[in-house]
């Protein structure tokens, strides 16, 4: 495909520079540039706004010291980028050109010239970089039109792939990734999401509470357990104050639950040093199910479980761990059993105890 244009971007709209005017060397200059002014322009003007994880930032400045354009060099999202379209074995000795814009304001041939003054600078910053490898989005209306005339060879096209879009928000698929496979993150990621007007996935939970508090206290427990909308069994009427027994700890049970977890339950009970365990289900394709513990210390430790609620333990953690008396600890600590919720002056000393494991 031909074309006489150039495509630009201003406030994240794309423009176009036309043929009629050729850029001038001699009117710009590309330097180094910190992060900060990268990802600030990034956000200001690219139509993905998002800021890579950067190795070096690149920009093009006009004579009179604006900047006009910014190149980002960056680390894949897998090394397998790298060693499959260069073929080099260690993905060290390549990167990702993740983010290439100039403004409407550079002229024709901007792109060639910024790119390869670009490359120069990632040579003398990262001089174990050897090759890099960069994507032309025809969504975006991209057709690599640069990178033909920088003789750059042609690998491969990707797989097509379903985006997320939030608005004009598109939402990466590194992050998307976090949140299927339940890594380190994944929980800010759903708030990411969430912030964007995203619901939170909804499943079943339940949580079992218990510990020491005045009459006050249990009246605003009561207060926050009717706002979560918590019922005293699955599919059963709401709680209410008087379905707590004296010397059991509270059971409690919802569906549909965002996120699995009872955020505001969970924190007054951290706040007031109460135990409880709290269990979700999983949510297909985004994480497995979990035992929330807290033994009132203001601490919580989640637990892999079943959806029967049934302690697992992977290979790694085993080896993490060290030993079969450590991995007995482990199922010992996930196995806590919540004492009776006691309120003071309401109810008699009661030593019974109620085990942490939730009702089907």
Excluded at 56 to 64: K, N, P, Q, Y
Aim: hydrophobic share 40%; proline share 5%.
């Amino acid at each position: 495909m031909q074309t006489d244009r150039s495509q630009r971007w201003r406030e994240r709209r794309a423009l176009w520079a036309r043929d009629l005017e050729l850029i001038d060397p001699s009117a710009y200059r590309v330097e180094v540039i910190d992060h900060a002014v990268a990802r600030a322009f990034i956000a200001r003007h690219h139509y993905l706004p998002t800021y890579p994880a950067a190795q070096v930032a690149v920009g093009l400045f006009d004579r009179s010291g604006a900047l006009e354009g910014v190149a980002v060099f960056a680390v894949p999202t897998t090394g397998a980028v790298i060693s499959r379209h260069t073929g080099f074995d260690d993905p060290a000795r390549g990167c990702v050109l993740a983010r290439l814009i100039l403004t409407d304001a550079v002229p024709q041939n901007g792109e060639s010239f910024f790119v390869a003054r670009a490359f120069r600078h990632l040579r003398r910053e990262r001089p174990g970089i050897e090759a890099v490898v960069s994507y032309s989005d025809p969504g975006a209306g991209h057709i690599g039109r640069v990178y033909c005339a920088l003789s750059a060879a042609h690998r491969a096209i990707t797989r097509p792939r379903t985006m997320l879009r939030v608005g004009d928000i598109t939402i990466s698929g590194r992050t998307l990734s976090k949140i299927r496979l339940g890594e380190q993150g994944h929980a800010g990621a759903i708030d990411q999401l969430v912030a964007l007007g995203v619901p939170r996935p909804s499943i079943s939970a339940s949580i079992i509470v218990g510990g020491t508090l005045n009459a006050a206290e249990f009246d605003e427990l009561v207060d926050i357990i009717a706002s979560e909308r918590l019922a005293i069994e699955w599919d059963g009427e709401p709680f209410e104050a008087h379905h707590h027994v004296a010397g059991e700890p509270l059971s409690l049970f919802a569906h549909e639950v965002a996120g699995g977890s009872f955020d505001d339950l969970e924190s007054w009970c951290l706040s007031h040093r109460l135990p409880f365990v709290r269990w979700c289900g999983g949510y297909s394709g985004q994480w497995g199910p979990e035992r929330v513990v807290s033994t009132g210390d203001e601490r919580i430790t989640s637990y892999a479980v079943t959806e029967d609620d049934e302690v697992v333990i992977s290979r790694s953690k085993i080896e993490m761990l060290g030993s079969f008396e450590a991995v007995l600890a482990h199922f010992d600590t996930a196995e806590f059993t919540v004492p009776p919720l006691v309120v003071r002056g309401v109810d008699a000393d009661n030593p019974a105890s109620h085990g942490g494991r939730h009702v089907q």
